[in-house]
């Protein structure tokens, strides 16, 4: 089954910019959509096929896929960003959809 | 408003059985596919099922098939997820979720309901 890739945790201050990353298998081949979850929350979608993001997200949030790697980018991290951050993706060869192993981002 | 409330959840024995619903509001429910997903007690996000949006097919997470059936009337915008056979590792919040902005993700999301497998 396909496998994406998580660093567990990533610290950053105010005002500087976060990014989280995203392993798979040639996951450049694949669009990949990004969550963020807060404590006690329902999941947020923040961006969606690569690097859309639904309205009412901030341009702040942005994405990039190539190779094996996804990232999602976070600039200007404001307190309110820290939160838990998943990858997905849909794997046409199992009809499966898979989460990424996800990421705590603690502003420090 | 645009919304998702799930119910059904509890607490139920090993080898039990539990029926999931997920009402949905606010938009055409009938024209998009719809999905479960599932969060253990501090762990990570896991899709369980997804139905297309006439309710003709369906996929399952490898660790449900066979257990869990999912369905959906559009007559009442309604979601539902069939659970038997549970398992202490089906403990977990259980969240609806629907694909309307694109097919392969997840944009609306209800408040999830939890399911505790214990004896």
């Known amino acids: 089954s396909y496998v994406l890739t998580q660093p567990p945790s990533v610290s950053v201050a105010p005002g500087q910019t976060a990014r989280i990353t995203c392993g798979g298998n040639?996951?450049?081949?694949?669009?990949v959509h990004w969550y963020q979850q807060k404590p006690g929350q329902a999941p947020v979608l923040v961006v969606y096929?690569?690097?859309d993001r639904p309205s009412g997200i901030p341009e702040r949030f942005s994405g990039s896929n190539s190779g094996n790697t996804a990232t999602l980018t976070i600039s200007r991290v404001e307190a309110g960003d820290e939160a838990d951050y998943y990858c997905?993706?849909?794997?046409?060869?199992?009809?499966?959809?898979?989460f990424g192993t996800g990421t705590k981002v603690t502003v420090l | 408003e645009v919304q998702l409330v799930e119910s059904g959840g509890g607490l139920v024995q090993p080898g039990g059985s539990l029926r999931l619903s997920c009402a949905a509001s606010?938009?055409?429910?009938?024209?998009?596919?719809m999905h479960w997903v599932r969060q253990a007690p501090g762990k990570g996000l896991v899709w369980v099922s997804r139905i297309n949006s006439d309710g003709s097919s369906t996929s399952y997470a490898d660790s449900v098939k066979g257990r869990f059936t999912i369905s959906r009337d559009n007559a009442k915008n309604t979601l539902y997820l069939q659970m038997n056979s549970l398992r202490a590792e089906d403990t977990a919040v259980y969240y609806c979720?629907?694909?309307?902005?694109?097919?392969?993700?997840?944009?609306?999301w209800g408040q999830g309901t939890m399911v505790t497998v214990s004896s």
């Open positions: 040639n996951i450049g081949s694949k669009s």
């Open positions: 606010g938009f055409t429910f009938s024209s998009y596919w």
């Open positions: 096929d690569d690097s």
């Open positions: 979720a629907s694909a309307t902005v694109t097919t392969y993700a997840f944009d609306i």
């Open positions: 997905q993706v849909w794997d046409s060869s199992s009809d499966h959809y898979v």
